[in-house]
């Protein structure tokens, strides 16, 4: 007979995400079992609706005691585990089953830990790592732990089986959904918990770090993941350790410190790519450019051994390390070697905010190289996707016109590229330049018009006031004259 298949999912107050988790796995679940811990919403509902039997279990700040009572129901052969904001990515339905298919029937205890994906809103990856998800139901296969609980601690002979290709995609690190759902106060607390219990327990050093981390404050989590390296090196924990406390060292200004824990790092694990990158980023950071250069080359390279377990983010080898050489190069001068090698990258940066910095960083480099053409095709999209981000590299064309073909063509440039792109009007600095090259030339219309539009975005500049000021005392309308008057004074005084 076929083996069989029971997704268990542990929820709360998830009526906005549980749908998307349980369509994920339509048709590769034999069962679904959904315990309930005291929702408010239509979680049951939405549950219900997919077909899941709903467990109602009162929260007890322990999630190995909700996911266990899954396990005491669930029916399948095996037993697969999704939070909520998860969702088994399409392409490992097949893996999935063939998993469950596969496995002999005298093979000693396993758990297959898949590839957790870490995305944000935009779909931007925030990292991957390995939890163990699945496994032949087995009475002794239990969790363990209020919180980051392990499943079979203790148990002789058990194997555990890291799956990259079983790839399960995680959207609950966004910061902001995570903080609109109250994660890091209540992971806090249950990690103290625990950790009053068993204060030298590198794994909850590490994870009560992460929180620390989550929340922005990098000292105290550079402190912890420190720690962890120091006390319990020979884990994957302290691997990961070393990549989060150089990343948060460089968040607060001690990126040489950084620099010396990824190269303490590599020469301990010199096959974890993630460590190698992280260590250029830092050298980049306190000028060393040249350094910066080789350890992105080595980043390149794929993790093996111990490091597979470890945190991993694939897009370093995708791209990321590429775009780090290329700053390296650009820093050393080398202006044609960082182009070539972003060109080379480019199409495999996704669309999101890497994406539109590596459009800013070869806009200025096409623009050092005196090639404006090619600049313009890359800027000229992003001034109505990304107003904000093209404000500098449009500013830089307004001064090339002004340098090379004076005011009156820049005025043209200018007044062509915010009639067709409007949403440059919207940007405080691009309605400035266009207010001083329009008292250069002297127009009159255009200029009251951007004039207006500064005062309606809030400018705080004395000198458009008195020009407003000017102008319209030059039409007869003296009370908004002298009403631009007053707001002139009142800017020059502060």
Request: charged share 25%.
């Amino acid at each position: 007979m076929p083996r069989t298949l029971s997704l268990c999912v542990i929820a709360r107050n998830e009526e906005a995400m549980l749908s998307g988790c349980l369509e994920s796995v339509a048709g590769v679940v034999d069962e679904i079992v959904v315990v309930d811990t005291g929702s408010t919403d239509r979680t049951i509902e939405v549950a219900l609706a997919h077909g899941a039997r709903v467990l109602e279990k009162p929260w007890t700040d322990d999630f190995s005691a909700a996911r266990n009572a899954a396990l005491e129901v669930a029916k399948g052969d095996f037993v697969f585990f999704l939070d909520a904001d998860e969702r088994l990515d399409q392409t490992a339905m097949g893996v999935l089953r063939r998993l469950v298919r596969d496995e002999a029937e005298n093979a000693p205890p396993i758990v297959y830990a898949p590839l957790i994906l870490n995305v944000d809103s935009a779909g931007a990856s925030l990292g991957a790592d390995h939890m163990p998800r699945l496994w032949r139901a087995r009475p002794e296969l239990r969790f363990t732990g209020r919180i980051h609980e392990q499943v079979g601690v203790g148990v002789v002979g058990l194997k555990l089986a890291y799956e990259d290709a079983l790839k399960v995609i995680h959207l609950g690190y966004d910061p902001a959904l995570a903080k609109e759902r109250g994660k890091h106060d209540r992971n806090i607390a249950l990690l103290d918990r625990e950790l009053a219990e068993r204060p030298d327990d590198p794994a909850l050093i590490f994870y009560r770090a992460k929180e620390s981390y989550a929340l922005g404050d990098d000292a105290a989590a550079a402190e912890g993941f420190q720690r962890v390296i120091r006390e319990a090196p020979g884990l994957n924990y302290a691997l990961s350790s070393y990549v989060f406390a150089v990343e948060c060292l460089r968040s607060i200004g001690r990126s040489d410190e950084g620099l010396h824990v990824a190269m303490d790092g590599v020469r301990h694990h010199p096959k974890y790519s993630e460590l190698w990158y992280a260590a250029g980023m830092a050298a980049l950071d306190i000028g060393k450019p040249v350094q910066a250069e080789a350890l992105f080359r080595e980043a390149l390279v794929p993790s093996e051994g111990f490091a597979l377990t470890a945190f991993n983010d694939p897009d370093i080898r995708a791209f990321r390390a590429e775009i780090g050489m290329g700053q390296a190069l650009r820093v050393q001068e080398q202006v044609e070697k960082a182009l070539a090698v972003w060109l080379k990258v480019h199409d495999r940066v996704p669309l999101g905010p890497e994406r539109v910095r590596l459009d800013l960083d070869l806009i200025e480099v096409y623009l050092t190289l005196g090639q404006q053409q090619e600049a313009w095709a890359l800027l000229e999209p992003m001034l109505d996707s990304s107003p904000e981000d093209a404000v500098g590299p449009l500013l830089e064309f307004l001064e090339l016109y002004l340098q090379f073909m004076g005011p009156e063509e820049a005025w043209k440039f200018y007044s062509n590229t915010v009639t067709v792109h409007t949403a440059m009007l919207r940007q405080m600095p691009i309605v400035g330049a266009g207010i001083e090259i329009g008292e250069v030339i002297g127009i009159g219309e255009p200029l009251m018009e951007l004039l207006q539009i500064a005062v309606h975005l809030g400018s705080q500049v004395p000198q458009h006031y008195e020009l407003l000021a000017r102008l319209l005392e030059a039409q007869g309308q003296r009370p908004a004259a002298e009403a631009a008057r007053r707001a002139a004074r009142r800017f020059t005084a502060m």
